[in-house]
């Protein structure tokens, strides 16, 4: 698909692409180089709370796994499940 290098250096993203990504206006996107292509990929930014949150959760589960009282699932689905009946 081919778009134009407009003035100010900027660059129309087509509709369907827009659509296929669900991104709206005021989305972040990050453009790296690689290989001598341009890669847009759309970018969320939370609160460093919220990573330190997550870390946290992250490795207290690791652990729980390790303890064998998660059980593994095959699917995210069974996963989903098996935390909201432990809930």
């Known amino acids: ?3 134009e290098l407009l003035s ?5 993203l087509p509709k369907n692409i827009i659509n296929e990504l669900g991104l709206n206006k005021g989305d972040l996107l990050d453009i790296t180089i690689k290989d001598g292509g341009v890669f847009i990929c759309p970018v969320a930014v939370c609160p460093k709370q919220y990573l330190e ?3 946290r ?7 729980k ?3 064998g009282e ?3 699932c095959e ?3 069974a996963l989903i499940a098996k935390l909201e009946q432990a809930a």
């Open 75 to 77: 699917t995210m689905e």
């Open 57 to 63: 959760e992250t490795e207290e589960a690791i652990q």
């Open 1 to 3: 698909m081919l778009t």
């Open 70 to 72: 998660f059980p593994a």
């Open 8 to 12: 100010r250096s900027q660059v129309t």
């Open 53 to 55: 949150e997550l870390r």
């Open 65 to 67: 796994i390790s303890a």
